[in-house]
């Protein structure tokens, strides 16, 4: 079955940069496409950003573009979110996810983001 | 952007009643692509329905979803204890995905 592993979270001050990495397992890895969602201590789910199945295009959310930039490396089964100029705001539960065209089927346990000075 | 009102914000239910979740787009969303989410403290969300009615793989038939355009609704036709969670929709119509901002379903 589909299994997905965050890591890479971690404390970091404001300004500077976190590449986190998504391990997958359990699937073709270029079948589907790929997201990263987050959700803000005691907050709603934010989606992030999502890399087509075929690598071919990125899409983001406007809170990050410019700053976040989400790649994988098929080698390794592993996706990847490079968080530049972190924020504050940027602290988080990241999730990376799966599925079916742009669905999010299939979610990993998340890994925590904390910006702060 | 496609935004998401979900309501009500807290429900406050006994077992065994029935549950109706609301999901109001700002724009249609296409291809009827919204999906309800069910997360529990601590835990990953879990998909429970997707394109708007089909249930997902291993979930119970009591979870219901309907609707097109901008109305969408998740139905639990009788809560077990289980049930009791914060439940999202999303759209995955087009970019920026968006979530509703959730209802929590509380023991009363």
């Known amino acids: 079955q589909v299994h997905l592993v965050e890591s890479g979270g971690g404390v970091v001050q404001p300004g500077r940069s976190l590449r986190l990495s998504c391990a997958a397992s359990g699937y073709s890895f270029s079948t589907y496409g790929m997201h990263w969602v987050r959700q803000a201590p005691g907050k709603g789910l934010e989606w992030v950003a999502l890399l087509r199945f075929d690598g071919t295009t990125t899409y983001y959310a406007d809170s990050v573009k410019g700053r976040f930039t989400i790649s994988r490396d098929t080698s390794k089964n592993t996706l990847h979110l490079q968080m530049d100029s972190l924020r504050v705001e940027d602290t988080a539960v990241y999730y990376c996810?799966?599925?079916?065209?742009?669905?999010?089927?299939?979610w990993g346990q998340g890994t925590l983001v904390t910006v702060s000075s | 952007e496609i935004v998401l009102t979900q309501s009500p914000g807290t429900l406050s239910l006994s077992p065994g009643e029935r549950v109706t979740l609301s999901c109001r787009a700002s724009q249609r969303v296409g291809n009827s692509y919204l999906a309800w989410y069910q997360q529990k403290p601590g835990q990953s969300p879990r998909l429970l329905i997707y394109?708007?009615?089909s249930r997902a793989t291993g979930i119970p038939d009591r979870f219901g979803g309907s609707g097109s355009g901008t109305d969408f609704t998740l139905t639990i036709s009788r809560l077990e204890p289980e049930d009791f969670a914060v439940y999202y929709c999303?759209?995955?119509?087009?970019?920026?995905?968006?979530f509703g901002g959730g209802t929590e379903v509380e023991i009363k």
């Open positions: 394109d708007a009615s």
């Open positions: 996810a799966t599925g079916g065209g742009w669905l999010a089927r299939y």
């Open positions: 999303q759209q995955y119509a087009s970019s920026p995905l968006t």
